[in-house]
């Protein structure tokens, strides 16, 4: 399939991404958003999706979002509307209704939770290393502007690690050399969009690094933020990213878990690994999604508990690889 095939013809087009847009979503749909834009003016286009962190407002048209749902979007029909980054309808809220009453919808993905289903055109690609990956492979290459490049970028370089998770391959870093001869000022979108942090959120990473426990002879590391420490330090869920994976980054640890509680007994729970734990499997189970070395998932009860449900998981993971390994079928 080819973008410009799939919305050939069309008037009406809507794009939306998944719940707390991180640098894939935004960098998915705002670079379709923008594809759409520069190429077919005729189109009436609208992208939805809730507000995301501070640090992309370098992107093009990113004042253009409909952040929330409108009257008029309520009966929309959209000749198609296309989900970016999303494996489960449930994500999309609170724009599922306009995706349920467009003429023909579409799925571009690469969560290996994502059944490719849901939609009438699903473009799910769980070996690329993020859905902006997938988006690039379906667009004209000639056609791409430097705006479309720079979200496209972010994207990559959100769901990579900045090129150093295992989903990072040989076709990941051509596509951002490519992106790269387009001009884009890649060293800024690093910084700002990935590493760059305010005071307020330094401190709420060093209160997680400072309260975070060790378990599982050291291989296993997790914190959590409760709502009362959130509200000290007047944070959202949006202030939180980078914890998970500073934590991942600790000495000797092969996973780590970071909760903060979104409501009584409700936590968002983030998962990372770095070599051979399976943290879409564990997700899943939870009924929660992701990819191999990244998932999520919402839980309910205490934390200690949560975590507690998470190691019973972990604990059969670590002894099949010390299985194996000892048996030589693992590198």
Request: hydrophobic content about 35%.
């Amino acid at each position: 399939m080819k973008l410009d095939e799939l919305i050939n013809g069309i008037q009406t087009l809507g794009i939306t991404g998944h719940v707390r847009p991180d640098g894939d979503c935004i960098g998915s749909t705002l670079g379709l958003y923008n594809y759409v834009k520069d190429n077919y003016p005729e189109i009436d286009v609208t992208l939805y999706l809730e507000e995301a962190k501070d640090g992309f407002s370098y992107m093009s048209r990113i004042d253009e979002i409909v952040h929330e749902m409108r009257e008029e979007d309520k009966t929309a029909v959209k000749d198609l509307f296309i989900i970016c980054d999303c494996s489960t309808l449930d994500r999309i809220e609170p724009f599922a209704e306009v995706y349920e009453h467009a003429k023909k919808r579409a799925c571009i993905d690469h969560h290996v939770s994502n059944l490719g289903d849901f939609a009438d055109v699903n473009e799910v690609k769980p070996e690329a290393s993020s859905t902006c990956e997938v988006l690039y492979e379906l667009l004209d290459e000639s056609r791409i502007s430097k705006a479309v490049a720079e979200c496209l970028y972010t994207g990559i370089v959100h769901d990579t690690g900045v090129f150093k998770y295992s989903s990072t391959s040989g076709r990941t870093m051509a596509i951002a050399g490519k992106l790269m001869d387009l001009g884009i000022d890649f060293n800024d979108i690093i910084d700002n969009s990935f590493y760059k942090k305010s005071y307020v959120q330094n401190q709420i990473l060093g209160r997680a690094l400072l309260e975070s426990v060790l378990f599982y002879d050291g291989k296993c590391i997790f914190s959590c933020i409760d709502e009362p420490t959130m509200k000290f330090y007047n944070v959202t869920g949006k202030d939180l990213g980078g914890v998970i994976e500073q934590l991942r980054l600790t000495d000797g640890v092969e996973v780590a878990i970071f909760l903060y509680q979104t409501g009584a007994d409700e936590f968002k729970v983030s998962l990372r690994s770095k070599k051979y734990i399976d943290c879409a499997t564990i997700a899943m189970a939870q009924g929660g999604g992701g990819h191999k070395r990244a998932a999520g998932f919402t839980a309910y009860g205490k934390a200690v508990e949560i975590v507690n449900r998470i190691s019973d998981s972990l604990s059969l993971q670590f002894k099949e690889y010390e299985k194996t390994s000892k048996e030589g079928t693992l590198d």
